[in-house]
Nanobody, 118 residues
Framework: QVQLVESGGGLVQAGGSLRLSCTAS????????MGWFRQAPGKEREFVSS????????YYADSVKGRFTISRDNAKNTVYLQMISLKPEDTAVYYC???????????WGQGTQVTVSS
């Protein structure tokens, strides 16, 4: 079992920056694909970004390309999401997810709120 704990959310003005962190328990972190998703009020959860186990393959949603950067530190069992140039439409609960390569996301964090004011 893997437990994921997100942190780093908060309230920021438009144009500002935040860095989210997600720390995982267990010894298998380095073998998992890690992803960030978000869910805004009244909307479905959507994909934001993902990073492969080695960190060599990264994907971003079109809406965040050029503004968000995902990274991981396998020695610290942590994945990060650096967010810059934040927009009010980035307001959402951000979730961290983990799963074996090619098998989908098996574990989910509890989420962290990001609110961007205009």
């Amino acid at each position: 079992q893997v437990q994921l704990v997100e942190s780093g959310g908060g309230l920021v003005q438009a144009g500002g920056s935040l860095r989210l962190s997600c720390t995982a328990s267990g010894r298998t972190f380095s073998t998992y694909v890690m992803g960030w998703f978000r869910q805004a009020p009244g909307k479905e959860r959507e994909f934001v970004s993902s990073i492969s186990a080695s960190g060599s393959i990264i994907y971003y949603a079109d809406s965040v390309k050029g503004r968000f950067t995902i990274s991981r530190d396998n020695a610290k069992n942590t994945v990060y999401l650096q967010m810059i140039s934040l927009k009010p439409e980035d307001t959402a609960v951000y979730y961290c997810a983990a799963g074996p390569t090619g098998r989908g996301y098996t574990f989910w964090g509890q989420g962290t709120q990001v609110t961007v004011s205009s």
